[in-house]
């Protein structure tokens, strides 16, 4: 209201000088308190992500999740939960990288008649033109602000073949310029995963539910309430593929593991991407 009431008296008066926003800083403003420690950009200022910048953290991690049917036990929003541990632990692996807002929506299915994941109420899903529009969006929005290094990682099947094209796409256009996107199909390798935990001793017997071990134990290793674990419990039904999830500790100690497995396959095909320059 101040604002409108100082841009009329200015008009009134027949000036067409420029008025300050009082709520737009200078972007060279010094950052009166401290950083937190966090590598994700929607839990920093904008001073923070300035910061982490200048220090060198010129890398940034676009993570494409969903919102889905997982089954009768695990939340609509699983590639997102397990998102949030497996990015965290790539980008501080990495040193140099921050991670973006996980994007939710993507395809899930025809609307009319709705088809696959859209059968199901609680379900999101946009049209593949939407989620490339939000993708180049997106990656504009990292490239105006100086990011070197755009990487782009998916936790579902559905998600790969945007995000390809997008990579491609923006690779050719921004040809010369400074920003190189890296589509990372090497994080949604998920045969590798169950090889590595049959090696390991996990023996599963699929029960034809959207849900496996390795996708319970990411989760729970990031919120074990994702995965409904005391009412599980609580209903004698805590295991998945025959495999028992308790004690949920030690389950929780797997997720980590798979975490830490992927973060490393997922990194080691980032830093060859980048070499390629």
């Known amino acids: 209201m101040l604002r409108l009431l100082c841009v009329a008296f200015v008009l009134g008066a027949g000036t067409l000088a420029a008025i300050p926003d009082p709520v737009s800083p200078d972007p060279e403003s010094v950052r009166p308190i401290d950083a937190v420690d966090t590598v994700f950009i929607e839990d920093m200022t904008w001073m923070e992500v300035r910061d982490a910048m200048r220090s060198g953290k010129k890398t940034v991690i676009v993570a494409t999740g969903g919102v889905e049917q997982n089954g ?96 491609e796409t923006l690779n050719s256009k921004w040809s010369g310029s400074d920003t190189r996107l890296h589509f990372i199909p090497e994080y949604y390798d998920f045969k590798s995963v169950a090889d590595w935990l049959t090696e390991q001793g996990i023996e599963q017997t699929p029960e034809g539910l959207h849900d496996d071990f390795a996708m319970t134990a990411m989760m729970m290793g990031v919120d074990p309430a994702s995965v409904r674990t005391g009412q599980r419990i609580e209903a004698g039904c805590f295991r998945i593929n025959g495999v028992d999830l308790a004690p949920k500790e030690k389950t929780i100690e797997w997720g980590r593991r798979i975490i830490n497995f992927r973060a490393d396959a997922t990194i080691a095909a980032i830093q060859k991407s980048i070499g390629k320059k």
């Open 72 to 167: 009768p036990y695990l939340v609509t929003g699983k590639h997102n939960v397990i998102l949030r541990g497996t990015t965290e632990a790539i980008a501080r692996k990495l040193g140099n990288a921050l991670v973006a807002p996980i994007v939710p929506f993507v395809p899930e299915g025809d609307f009319n008649p709705p088809t696959v994941h859209m059968k199901y109420p609680g379900t999101v899903s946009v049209t593949e033109e939407t989620y490339r529009a939000l993708l180049t969006d997106i990656c504009v929005s990292f490239k105006t602000h100086g990011f070197e290094h755009i990487v782009l990682i998916g936790d579902s099947g559905g998600n790969q073949a945007g995000m390809k094209t997008i990579a």
